[in-house]
T-cell receptor, first 116, second 110 residues
Framework: DTEVTQTPKHLVMGMTNKKSLKCEQH?????MYWYKQKAKKPPELMFV???????INESVPSRFSPECPNSSLLNLHLHALQPEDSALYLC???????????????FGPGTRLTVT | KNQVEQSPQSLIILEGKNCTLQ??????????LRWYKQDTGRGPVSLTI?????NTKSNGRYTATLDADTKQSSLHITASQLSDSASYIC?????????FGPGTRLSVLP
């Protein structure tokens, strides 16, 4: 199973709503990632979890709150978002790299988020 | 500065024709380079990974090359199909992070 699943596929939320994006993988990967992608732009890294601990936070606003409850799941909690946060949110997973070696990332299909 | 550049920005070709996409990088130290295909509104899908010691690698109609001395890679698509219409993204790992190129948007017309 080389699949990363994300739910929901589409999400429309108001600026006062609280919602969560979910990501799941069963490849035994211990590194999981959240990316934000605007139209016609490459993905931008938001967060990296390594062995269920947050290892990289790319100065993401606090209205985005990641959570890694176990080695297979990754959540992104959303609260008080702005219209400019509308984007495709991608989850990815990989084996944890070591010094001088990195592993292939597997991406999920993404969640298309619209903030109204 | 660690960067990945791609050219052309966009490309339109007729079905059945070949094309070559370019990627230049300045990421150091270098371990490998990846090419991804991304359909609109979908997640990127890996096409190939080129390690430091590899010069050429094929995956069906896709052939990637790597010149680690000049820090350049290319992706050649043979006998293009309508389904090849997508963005092709070059990615180079840097530590736990990944440096993404801006992508080349390929459109294959009938």
């Amino acid at each position: 199973d080389t699949e990363v699943t994300q739910t929901p596929k589409h999400l429309v939320m108001g600026m006062t709503n609280k919602k969560s994006l979910k990501c799941e993988q069963h490849m035994g990967h211990r590194a999981m990632y959240w990316y934000k992608q605007k139209a016609k732009k490459p993905p931008e890294l938001m967060f990296v979890y390594s062995y269920e601990k947050l290892s990289i936070n790319e100065s993401v606003p606090s209205r985005f709150s990641p959570e890694c409850p176990n080695s297979s799941l990754l959540n992104l909690h959303l609260h008080a978002l702005q219209p400019e946060d509308s984007a495709l949110y991608l989850c990815a997973s990989s084996q944890v790299g070591t010094s001088g070696r990195s592993y292939e990332q597997y991406f999920g299909p993404g969640t298309r988020l619209t903030v109204t | 500065k660690n960067q990945v550049e791609q050219s052309p920005q966009s490309l339109i070709i007729l079905e059945g024709k070949n094309c070559t996409l370019q990627c230049n990088y300045t990421v150091s130290p270098f371990s490998n380079l990846r090419w991804y295909k991304q359909d609109t509104g979908r997640g990127p899908v890996s096409l190939t990974i080129m390690t430091f010691s590899e010069n050429t690698k094929s995956n069906g109609r896709y052939t990637a090359t790597l010149d680690a001395d000049t820090k350049q890679s290319s992706l050649h698509i043979t006998a293009s199909q309508l389904s090849d219409s997508a963005s092709y993204i070059c990615v180079v790992p840097y530590g736990q992070n990944f440096v993404f190129g801006p992508g080349t948007r390929l459109s294959v017309l009938p």
